[in-house]
């Protein structure tokens, strides 16, 4: 009869040391770790499913579960719109909310996965897009377009500056981190710091010297947003979603060994500082399609890469995805919140994120007190 793994486990740790007494309290906590983490994809799902049908639902137009049901199914059976009482519904489902709901999901999940990388590769908690100066090298791009410019090159205007001052970030980093003749954390740390904050006031300049009558959506954009949502323009999320997502697949056992050190992973034949540029890389590419569509979202990079490690374990292959499902939930029921909670006043989503982030950090910070 073939033996499980965790059997063939057991079986030489109690061959090896022999009869051991072991707390009836540690037995029942691992039973009930690999009982939760046996659950875990089943209740991802159904929240994921139930926050969808929120989504599609609450408003300032309520559309019940069954509409919304039927519209979805109607959409899938190619007769979405055939009854005109239907009509309205069908447009506020599949027009105007569906859409809003897979622009949270995609770019939640990206920025989960950005600032997993970008925690990982520089070993730093509180890594994330806006501290390695990602996100305000977008913004400044696109805040740019808005005051100064104009949409000079169409729908592609705001996704090429906020790409352009994604890349000019990362390329700022990367090159006063190889003047400073390191490769390590702390310098790569240090560089986002002062990018970050070089970026933050180019942007706060334009504003000032630039169209004030484009103040107030410059203002509304930086805060975040998803009413940019249509089918036309969701493909730039799913780009800046499978970007950091085929990188994780690809490089997941090297990211592996860079959580052991530099040195341990010298001797595997991995180069940490190649790794960590290709990431740093990655990572703006992502931060930049992620920008561009929903503006300036802070936190989620930073909360959920925490929460997927407790959940699964720090090896890639396994957190990164959780971390990119968690992402969008976060992002979808923060939207939910933002639609909601004024009534018929829309509110900000990087406003309810970054709520959530700063009672997340007092958390973190009070529980690595009594560690």
């Known amino acids: 009869m ?18 051991v007494l072991v707390d009836a309290r540690d037995s029942a906590a691992v039973l009930r770790g690999g009982g939760l983490r046996r659950l875990l994809p089943l209740a991802l799902v159904l929240g994921m499913l139930l926050l969808v049908m929120l989504s599609l639902t609450a408003g300032s137009a309520p559309v019940s579960w069954r509409e919304a049901a039927a519209a979805l199914a109607g959409s899938w059976a190619g007769d979405a719109g055939r009854a005109d009482s239907n009509s309205m519904v069908n447009v506020i489902v599949l027009d105007l909310r569906l859409p809003r709901v897979l622009l949270a999901l995609l770019v939640g999940a990206a920025l989960a996965l ?15 897009p ?42 700022a980093v990367l090159l006063l981190v190889r003047r400073a003749g390191g490769h390590g954390p702390a310098q ?7 990018v970050s904050f070089l970026f933050g006031a180019l942007t706060h300049g334009l504003v000032f010297a630039g169209d004030q009558r484009a103040a107030h959506a410059v203002v509304f954009w930086s805060l975040g947003g998803l009413g940019l949502a249509r089918w036309d323009n969701l493909w730039l999320a799913v780009l800046g979603l499978l970007v950091p997502a085929v990188f994780v697949w690809r490089s997941h056992r090297a990211l592996d060994a860079l959580l052991a050190g530099d040195d341990t992973a010298y001797s595997l034949g991995i180069a940490p500082e190649r790794l960590r540029t290709r990431a ?6 992502a931060t930049a399609c992620c920008v561009a569509l929903a503006g300036v979202i802070g936190f989620v990079g930073l909360m959920v890469p925490h929460l997927a490690r407790r959940l699964t374990g720090p090896l ?12 969008g939930a976060l992002l979808l029921a923060s939207d939910l919140v933002a639609r909601t909670l004024l ?14 982030g700063a009672v997340f950090v007092m958390a973190l910070l009070r529980r690595s007190a009594h560690a």
């Open 130 to 171: 806006f501290l390695f100066g990602l996100s305000s090298g977008a913004s400044t791009g696109a805040v740019a377009v808005i005051t100064l410019t104009g949409d000079w090159l169409g729908a592609w205007t705001l996704p090429a500056a906020t790409f352009a001052g994604a890349s000019v970030a990362a390329g």
């Open 343 to 356: 009534g018929s006043q829309e509110l900000p989503v990087g406003i309810v994120t970054a709520g959530i």
């Open 316 to 327: 890639h292959a396994a957190f990164l995805p959780v971390a990119a499902v968690l992402g």
């Open 114 to 128: 950005v600032g997993g990388l970008l925690q990982s590769t520089t070993r730093n908690d509180l890594a994330d």
């Open 2 to 19: 073939k033996t499980r793994p965790a059997d063939r486990e057991t079986a030489a740790a109690g061959s090896a040391a022999g009869p």
């Open 188 to 194: 790569t740390v240090l560089a986002g710091l002062a």
């Open 280 to 285: 740093f890389l990655v990572a703006a590419v």
